[in-house]
């Protein structure tokens, strides 16, 4: 099988090409993000980064973010949210719970709290259901910060939440009357780890 060097090496630019820039190894990804299976192996091979099936399932199977689904018959294959790329993942709108989080760079703290969160490069913004994981996503970012959102209120003025086949929660925005620091996140989780 693959080692986790490998595997985190292939699962990158998986997400390059599903997610970001398809044309990096000659894809077309279909209105919703999916390509054939048959065409991504045969063009990750024309481009020395070569795949088996098997490999393929497996780093579908154990991405700890599941950041990857295939279709039913396992002929096709996309990435779960985070695309850059004009996309329509077909998801329908969910009642999201009262609170979500969302961790980032202390850095942004300030404009965050004055502009709300915006989508920026990608089509939605992305929402943790609880605190450990907005605090992992955040250090990756360097110095942490986690919002909360007020998931609920904002649904009931009117946003609509989507959750990806992954378990992320997806908005178009979170206008800054929806947000407030989580101090205790803040404390204590000062930087990302080396």
């Known amino acids: 099988m693959l080692s986790e060097k ?24 279909d209105d919703q993000g999916w390509v054939a299976v048959s065409e991504l192996l045969a063009q990750l091979a024309t481009h020395q980064r070569p795949l088996t099936l098997e490999q393929l399932k497996y780093i579908v199977e154990t991405s700890p973010k599941q950041r990857f689904r295939f279709n039913d018959d396992r002929t096709r294959i ?9 996309v329509k993942l077909g998801y329908t709108p969910v009642v999201p719970p009262e609170v979500l989080y969302h961790g980032t760079a202390s850095q942004h703290r300030a ?17 943790s259901a609880d605190l450990a994981t907005a605090r992992t996503v955040g250090a990756r970012h360097g110095r942490l910060v986690v919002f909360t959102v007020a998931a609920g209120a904002m649904q009931q003025a ?13 908005a178009e925005e979170v206008p ?3 947000l407030q620091v989580a101090e205790d996140a803040v404390k204590g989780h000062g930087s990302a780890p080396g």
Request: glycine share 8%.
């Open 111 to 127: 404009s965050i709290l004055r502009e709300g969160l915006r989508k920026m490069a990608r089509h939605q913004v992305h929402l």
């Open 158 to 170: 009117g946003f609509l939440f989507y959750r990806a086949d992954n378990g992320v929660w997806l």
């Open 176 to 178: 800054p009357a929806y």
């Open 6 to 29: 490998e595997t985190t090496r292939h699962s990158k630019l998986l997400s390059l090409v599903l997610r970001h820039n398809p044309a990096h190894i000659g894809i077309t990804l």
């Open 78 to 86: 996309r990435a779960s949210q985070g695309h850059s790329v004009e």
